[in-house]
């Protein structure tokens, strides 16, 4: 018997030249592993407070939720393996036309949105509710990217004035539904990424400046996010019930948790299985549980900064590394949610919250990350993207 060529042990020869074949010899297949991780632990999650989340709904299948997020994250699987398989020019493509249907439907939603908790976010489609919001997101980071290489150049673009028409008009419809939450994690990406892109630290700072005031602003006009303000401040002269549910849940969980399915959180509070499911997951099985997603949301962005960096073209290194910021800030902001560190902001976990829209764009905004850190001929002649970068300065 012949012994076995080391080639036999992948899935594909480095010969193999067929889409799927170059496609898995060029993908980051650690990032990939990392991501179905995330995937597997959500519907995990899912099944653990499905039961409770129907029960609380009346709705008779115990596993709703849970069958409902195998199909989103199956779903979010096959967009994240679809477009890392993007050359560059039709992720820019891609980004442009989602974008466009993004802000076509946001601006819809006043007259055929679904309006729920006191905002109209979402638009139902066949018994599915779609958040345009969330698919704008990387696109919008996209197309940022793409204006400021653009006015790198130097051949007359106006990069820098585009990429703020491209950022305001979203903003404008997002604070009209309201949704301060999105507003802040867009307005935080958008400024790395013009950070980023060599753009002055003056500017960044002006910018900075302007979103402080602006998000104090909100506190001021907008009356829900004055509640959610003075209940985080003043915790005890409101109801802060979600919020001490789950400390309560953490600190029961200890090291280990209570075990699968033992967990008492999820029968007490409605967002158990949405914005607080990181919660339900350290009930039932510990620290090391909250600890291993922590771990593995920070070995997403790291690896994904650390190889955008090495890109050499200035538009690649700036749209994929906005893209993990995205990630990041967005796991950041539910994961201090959890630890009751900022106000509640109705954000979702990246692939562990229930939520069709949210896995589907999470699915959508990694693999165009995925697309632009592939390795193909010259994308890491390491020195070049830096720079270029700079031609701002």
């Not at 008009?169 to 980023?196: H, N, Y």
């Not at 700072?205 to 907008?222: D, R």
Request: glycine share 10%.
């Amino acid at each position: 018997m012949t012994a076995a060529t080391p080639q036999a042990t992948h899935a594909f020869a480095r010969s193999d030249r067929s889409v799927i074949g170059v496609w898995w010899w060029t993908v980051d297949r650690w990032m990939l592993g990392v991501v179905a991780l995330l995937i597997a632990i959500g519907v995990v999650i899912a099944f653990a407070a499905s039961p409770a989340a129907a029960a609380r709904m009346n709705i008779g299948d115990p596993f709703h939720f849970a069958v409902r997020q195998c199909v989103f994250a199956a779903a979010a699987a096959v967009i994240l393996i679809v477009t890392s398989m993007f050359d560059v020019k039709t992720v820019k493509r891609s980004a442009f036309f989602i974008w466009l249907i993004a802000i076509a439907v946001m601006v819809a939603l006043p007259f055929l949105g679904h309006n729920a908790k006191g905002a109209t976010r979402w638009i139902e489609l066949g018994g599915f509710s779609l958040q345009p919001s969330e698919f704008m997101k990387p696109a919008l980071i996209v197309l940022v990217a793409w204006m400021f290489s653009e006015g790198q150049k130097g051949q007359g673009v106006p990069g820098v004035s585009i990429a703020f028409v491209l950022y305001l008009i979203p903003v404008a419809l997002l604070l009209m539904q309201p949704d301060v939450g999105q507003t802040v994690l867009i307005t935080a990406t958008f400024g790395a990424v013009f950070w980023m892109a060599g753009v002055p630290l003056s500017w960044v700072m002006g910018l900075g400046v302007v979103a402080v005031a602006g998000l104090g602003s909100t506190y001021f006009l907008l009356p829900h996010v004055a509640a959610r303000v003075d209940k985080f401040l003043q915790p005890d002269k409101a109801d802060t019930h979600q919020v001490d549910a789950a400390r309560v849940a953490q600190a029961a969980g200890g090291l280990f948790g209570r075990g699968p399915g033992e967990g008492v959180l999820k029968r007490s509070i409605p967002d158990a299985h949405t914005d607080f499911a990181l919660s339900v997951g350290a009930e039932e099985f510990g620290l090391v549980f909250l600890m291993l997603v922590v771990t593995l949301f920070t070995i997403i962005v790291v690896r994904g900064l650390y190889r955008s960096m090495k890109l050499s073209d200035p538009f690649e290194q700036v749209a994929a590394a906005g893209l993990f910021v995205l990630v990041g800030l967005q796991a950041i902001i539910n994961v201090a949610v959890n630890l009751d560190m900022i106000p509640t902001k109705g954000m979702t976990l990246p692939f562990i919250s229930y939520g069709g829209s949210s896995m589907l764009a999470m699915g959508l905004t990694l693999g165009l990350a995925l697309a632009l850190t592939r390795r193909r001929p010259g994308a890491y002649t390491v020195g070049e993207g830096l720079a270029k970068a700079g031609a701002f300065a």
